[in-house]
């Protein structure tokens, strides 16, 4: 049975063997199979995209020739099917609009001789129906002229001579730099409080070539443009002698309106200042009376600003050469006057709830009006930089200082922000000292500091410099900057409380007992020294001519200290002189000069 067993288990082991490489081979093949199939789909792969790329290859140059069909490719220019078609043709003059300057050449040029028929075909009048074209477009023309002539000021060398407008002086930064353009801006206006932009367009029309004009928005507001921009009441009443050009390029009216303007305007600010200065020197109340004085000198210029402004929007409409220059100026005039406006407000207002000298200011336990005078002039300075920061954007976003010509003057904003920033450097670290003194609290209104060997109370924090008062009533005027890179002790940053002392030189062989028995009867006596036990005598030092005795004592406060001071001093040298012998040549207390008779030996004596 055993030898049976042994028999039959080399048949099974044979077997066993034989499916196990049966198994290996059909693991073998299932690889095999699992390898070609992912090289059949891989070649699959390949040749889709092959066929992809072919099928590419071969539409490209078809598309490409269908974009060259018409001269170039259609992102250069607007497509339309009739441009203009209820214009009739120009008379006698070739209309050059290949490029927007020689575009916007043509259109002013026809303006200047009021040939607006033919100027409005430089207009894009498509939203307009057929039959109105000629006469709304003769309109326009003219309206349109008339706002050029009047609020654009053209940067002509800004404006690209190319019929693809491209411009090869742009910076490697602009978005558009290097490339065709088919829409420019030439600026913008103001109108129903949203800024609106003039704009040429280039524009092709089928079967003709591409050609600059004003763009359908444009052309739709242009009639509220001329109604904001246009000539006021008073210059269509004023006769043609005086409409026609000088040779400062403004118009006759324009120089004789110039002058009277300003006679006007300076006798409007007069007579609102010595108004307001006329009714407070009659008014009892002096709240009143601190107000209208405050506000008399910004209240007159803000009124004149506003009244100019509204005499060169709606009566004296000037051109383009001088409100270019007038508007930004009128802008910031009125900006000005309100920041000072507020300010003068502001410190009356500073000036009624701190009516307290700064002597009592300056006191411990007005501790908390200094932190309150000092938070609410920290944010005098910080609303008044504030409004200086968003006066000038507004006169930047108001006169679009950065269009047209100021952008020929400057170059790039760069150049703007560093001669800004060089021009104003010190007075922006004067700034910016002011506003770390108000944030840091080093120095508080009222606070009693030693800058510089002098004893002065703050009085004033401003942008550009503090007030000091020196104890002898002196003004010390130091720069901010100045004041905020220099140690100083301020004696009343955390404690009022000071410690003094009296330092007196006696001799050598005073007996300092009944000196400090004096000290401390004047210790016990007197009401403003603060802690009494800690009232003390030292010997600090000794020199040839005797030792250096301190007497300490603590105030409550400087000016209080200085007080007691000067009296300890007093009865310490009183009781110097009462203790020291008054018969005999020897000194005990107050310090003595010895002297020695050196004799004379050349003789032999």
Request: hydrophobic share 45%.
């Amino acid at each position: 049975m055993h030898s049976n067993t042994m028999m039959g288990g080399g048949p099974c082991r044979r077997g066993t063997t034989r499916l196990e490489a049966g198994e290996a081979d059909l693991r073998g093949m299932h690889v095999i199979i699992s390898i070609d199939s992912i090289h059949f789909v891989r070649h699959r792969f390949c040749a889709i995209c092959l066929l992809i790329l072919i099928g590419l290859a071969m539409a490209l140059p078809t598309a490409f020739a269908q974009s060259n069909s018409n001269g170039g490719p259609p992102s250069r220019w607007f497509e339309t099917d009739r441009l203009n078609a209820g214009l009739p043709p120009p008379t006698g003059v070739d209309l050059l609009r290949e490029t927007p300057q020689s575009a916007l050449e043509t259109f002013l040029m026809l303006g200047r001789d009021k040939r607006y028929a033919d100027a409005a075909h430089l207009l894009d009048l498509t939203d307009i129906d057929l039959a109105d074209q000629e006469r709304i477009g003769f309109e326009r023309a003219a309206q349109l002229y008339a706002v050029l002539d009047r609020k654009i000021w053209i940067d002509w060398s800004a404006l690209p001579d190319r019929p693809d407008a491209l411009d090869p002086r742009g910076s490697s930064r602009d978005a558009s730099a290097g490339e065709a353009q088919r829409d420019l801006s030439l600026g913008q206006l103001a109108l129903d409080y949203r800024p609106v932009s003039l704009r040429l367009r280039r524009i092709k029309e089928t079967g003709g070539d591409p050609v600059w004009v004003f763009s359908r928005q444009t052309v739709g507001n242009i009639e509220g443009l001329y109604e904001a921009y246009g000539p006021s009441r008073f210059e269509r009443w004023l006769p043609e002698s005086l409409k026609q050009n000088t040779p400062f390029g403004v118009a006759v009216w324009e120089m004789a309106a110039l002058p009277i303007a300003i006679v006007l305007l300076i006798a409007v600010f007069l007579t609102v200042y010595r108004g307001l200065r006329s009714f407070q020197s009659r008014t009892d109340r002096s709240v009143v009376a601190e107000l209208l004085d405050a506000i008399a000198l910004p209240a007159a210029s803000m009124l004149t600003g506003v009244i100019g402004w509204l005499l060169t929007r709606y009566l004296f409409v000037f051109s383009a050469p001088v409100d270019v220059f007038m508007t930004p100026l009128w802008t910031m005039f009125l900006v000005l006057a309100l920041i000072f406006l507020f300010v003068r407000i502001f410190d009356t207002m500073l000036d009624r709830v701190f009516a307290s000298k700064i002597d009592d200011i300056s006191k411990p336990e007005n501790e908390g009006d200094r932190e309150l005078q000092t938070n609410l002039s920290a944010a005098r300075r910080i609303a008044l930089l504030v409004l200086a920061v968003a006066g000038f954007g507004i006169v930047l976003l108001q006169t679009n200082v950065f269009d047209g010509m100021a952008v020929a003057l400057l170059g790039s904003a760069g150049l703007l922000t560093l001669v800004i920033g060089f021009a104003a450097r010190s007075a922006l670290s004067s700034i910016m000292s002011s506003l770390q003194i108000a944030l840091s609290k080093s120095a508080k209104i009222g606070d009693d500091v030693l800058f510089e060997g002098y004893w002065c109370t703050v009085e004033r924090i401003n942008f550009t410099f503090i007030q000091l008062r020196s104890w002898d009533r002196r003004r010390i005027i130091v720069p901010v900057d100045y004041f905020v890179s220099h140690p100083f002790e301020n004696w009343t940053k955390q404690d009022a409380t000071i410690t003094k002392y009296v330092e007196l030189r006696l001799n050598h062989l005073a007996d300092l007992e009944p000196m400090r028995e004096r000290f401390q009867q004047f210790v016990e006596e007197d009401a403003d020294i603060l802690t009494k036990n800690e009232a003390k005598v030292q010997v600090v030092g000794h020199e040839a001519t005797g030792m250096l005795v301190r007497f300490y004592a603590d105030a409550r406060d400087p000016t209080t200290g200085w007080n007691m001071q000067c009296r300890l001093r007093e009865a310490m040298l009183t009781a110097a002189a009462e203790l020291e012998p008054k018969r005999g040549d020897e000194a005990l207390y107050l310090p003595a000069e010895r002297e020695a008779k050196i004799i004379d030996l050349t003789d032999g004596g």
